[in-house]
């Protein structure tokens, strides 16, 4: 069971991983989370991995955190009469709402949003940005645009708008009913597609009322334009580098993706980086260079968790493709200039509250006292914790909650390995005997180290970390 990397992998559960087998092997190979994909597969095979997961949880004696991913609105194009059409550079072609079968002169577009919107001028991307169109006119129900790139077009093929603000709702008929069965089977997570602002967050909060934590996917230009406020009204960010990559200039999105870590890692917020990262082991079993470089540039960063997609889901090599993963993560870490990169880029936070504080100087103590194995944080919610990882301490973090939901969440988390504790305590002498008790059992500690504690006084009150403490273990 890895436990000694602090970067976390989240593994897409698909065909390639569903059984029980398969998915106990991907956990012994490194996974700390899975993402319960929405836009493919039915609700009795979601529920089934599951409950396996959760079984496993039990058999393994490890916390799982799950995702539960939202399709989100697909922007696509009608039906074709061919197979497939090819459109040459240069000639016309016309998106309308007429459901007639499409050709080489026009298709269907069965989205008035997107005419409303529309303007001469922008650009379309059809099938991930393979086909450019680019608008001539337009009207409440068709475009006319010219091709200037072509290449063939089939039925159902994705379209994204680049430079076009859709009035689109980020939550769908369809992902409401998703998430009623993701929150009745109580997954930790909610993925959020589409989003363009910070209210699309806070609607899909309400739906949500506090039984899962958002992480919100930066996948739209129009979501970087909100990036500050989408970041403080998420519990999570994802950088969806595939979508993001087709709307955005692609020589933009290494450095959107170091901006978005850097600021996600200054409000405490668990960020994932996302997408394409192993893709050449959906077919191989074994990556290019270039794949395992991206991978060791998302550690680099400092983001909590790096994601395999169709690499575990579908692919023919996914417990090859998560020890991949898992040892680059470990090579990365054991590089004496990973942790100097991430004590050099930690910030002291503006109006900095009590908990900010303690743990700021709880990473400061861990530098400077020897033979320190762990920091104990007890957290009820989970929010000290998160501030205890965005510090990237050079030390596991065990985190101790008494709700069982929040310790799940924190297995996502930089650095975090979670326990639940349901203590309540009378004095201080019981917090110090349980934290040592639990470093131990989680072989984090042994006699003759010390661990540093992170608590609330008085004991037993929520929401409240002002107390910093370090015991010798005995």
Not at 105 to 126: D, M, N, W
Not at 396 to 417: E, N, T
Request: aromatic share 6%.
């Amino acid at each position: 069971m890895p436990i000694d990397t602090h970067t976390k992998i989240l593994a897409t559960i698909g065909p390639s991983s569903a059984t029980k087998e398969q998915i106990a092997a991907l956990i012994d190979a490194g996974v700390d989370a899975f993402r319960v994909n929405f836009s493919h597969g039915s609700y009795k095979e979601h529920k089934e991995r599951i409950k396996i997961i959760r079984s496993l949880e039990k058999e393994k004696g490890r916390l799982i955190s799950i995702l539960a991913d939202l399709q989100g609105p697909k922007l696509r194009v009608g039906n074709f009469k061919q197979d497939k059409v090819l459109l040459k550079e240069g000639q016309k072609f016309v998106l309308d709402m007429n459901p007639a079968l499409g050709d080489e002169t026009r298709v269907c577009l069965p989205h008035k949003e997107i005419f409303e919107a529309l303007k001469a001028g922008e650009t379309l991307l059809v099938n991930d940005g393979y086909i450019v169109l680019k608008v001539n006119k337009c009207s409440k129900t068709s475009a006319e645009t010219t091709v200037v790139v072509g290449g063939y077009i089939s039925s159902h093929k994705g379209v994204n708008l680049p430079n076009t603000k859709l009035n689109i709702s980020a939550i769908t008929p369809k992902d409401e009913e998703d998430l009623k069965f993701a929150l009745k089977n109580d997954v930790d997570w909610i993925g959020m597609s589409f989003v363009q602002k910070a209210d699309d967050v806070r609607k899909l909060k309400k739906l949500v009322d506090g039984k899962a934590r958002i992480i919100s996917k930066l996948e739209k230009p129009s979501a970087i334009e909100d990036l500050e406020n989408i970041v403080m009204e998420s519990d999570g960010i994802m950088v969806a580098r595939g979508d993001l990559g087709v709307e955005c200039p692609l020589p933009t999105v290494p450095v959107l993706q170091k901006k978005i870590v850097k600021l996600c890692r200054l409000n405490a917020k668990p960020v994932i980086v996302a997408t394409q990262m192993l893709e050449s082991m959906i077919t191989n079993p074994t990556p290019t260079r270039a794949e395992v470089s991206d991978v060791a540039t998302a550690v680099y960063d400092g983001a909590d968790a790096v994601m395999l997609s169709a690499e575990t889901a579908a692919g023919k090599y996914p417990v090859n493709a998560v020890q991949m993963m898992h040892n680059t993560i470990k090579e990365v870490e054991g590089d004496p200039l990973f942790f100097d990169l991430m004590n050099g880029s930690r910030r002291v936070p503006c109006n900095a509250s009590e908990a900010d504080a303690i743990t700021f100087a709880a990473s400061e103590l861990a530098c400077v006292l020897k033979n320190v194995s762990a920091i104990v944080s007890y957290s009820s919610s989970g929010f000290t914790t998160f501030l205890t990882a965005r510090e990237r301490p050079a030390l596991p973090i065990l985190a101790l909650s008494p709700d069982i939901k929040v310790a799940r969440q924190m297995a996502l988390v930089w650095g975090v390995k979670p326990r639940v504790n349901k203590e309540s305590f009378r004095k201080f002498t019981n917090v110090e005997e349980c934290a040592v008790k639990y470093a131990k059992d989680a072989g984090l500690a042994k006699s003759g180290d010390h661990i540093i504690i992170t608590a609330g006084f008085p004991l037993n009150v929520k929401g409240r970390t002002n107390m910093l403490h370090t015991v010798y273990v005995k």
